[in-house]
């Protein structure tokens, strides 16, 4: 298995620009997360979904939108990228939704000047 | 709102041991966990403790909880160089899951 792997590793976007960052599983887990970590900061909970076709928001959802057509894939949608998206960007899985159970991917640094 | 609070910063020789502290608000935490990040990489879960136990070892870990006071600690026994990496705190009490802001630990040789 590849677990959790997530494309690009890297990008620089310019203000307004928009991108998609992929996720993808392939443990067949029902739960999907993405999270975003600034410098210095915790792990902070951007969207999270239970199921194929079924998301919903976590702590901070402006400026991101995700979808779940299949249980593989969960990207995550960045429509006017703004410098306050400068983040390092995690995605984990979990068969059963809880926590300690979470696989993480290797992140996606971006940075939006 | 939920809060984990942790020190930035700490730094100990090799052979020593390390304690590194956590304090949280949320009183329905369910499960409380530590996680390690190395450069570059996501975070690994190291360990984890249910709210309703006050210690669990395994191996060079401890992790001690004072419910009352709503503070975790992790011990890591005979710290070595490859113990260098961010520490992580979390709890959850539900589908929100609130990190510390980690710890950096410094292992000097």
């Known amino acids: 298995n590849a677990g959790v792997t997530q494309t690009p590793k890297f990008r620089i976007l310019k203000i307004g620009q928009s991108m998609t960052l992929q996720c993808t599983q392939d443990?067949?887990?029902?739960?999907m997360y993405w999270y975003r970590q600034d410098p210095g900061m915790g792990l902070k909970l951007i969207y999270y979904?239970?199921?194929?076709?079924?998301?919903d928001k976590g702590e901070v959802p402006n400026g991101y939108n995700v979808s779940r057509s299949t249980t593989e894939d969960f990207p995550l949608r960045l429509e006017l990228a703004a410098p306050s998206q400068t983040s390092v960007y995690f995605c984990a899985s979990s068969y059963r939704g809880t926590i300690h159970e979470q696989y993480f991917g290797p992140g996606t640094r971006l940075t939006v000047t | 709102g939920e809060d984990v609070e942790q020190s930035l910063f700490l730094s100990v020789r090799e052979g020593d041991s390390s304690v590194i502290n956590c304090t949280y608000t949320?009183?329905?935490?369910?499960?409380l966990y530590w996680y390690k990040q190395e450069p570059g990489a996501g975070l690994q879960l190291l360990t984890y403790i249910f709210s309703n136990m006050d210690m669990k070892q395994d191996q060079r870990l401890t992790v001690l909880l004072n419910k009352k006071d709503k503070h975790l600690s992790l011990r890591i026994a005979d710290t070595q160089t490859g113990d260098s990496a961010i520490y992580f705190c979390a709890e959850s009490g539900g589908q929100n899951f609130v990190f510390g802001p980690g710890t950096r630990l410094s292992v000097l040789p």
């Open positions: 979904s239970v199921g194929a076709g079924i998301t």
């Open positions: 443990m067949n887990h029902n739960y």
């Open positions: 949320d009183s329905s935490s369910t499960y």
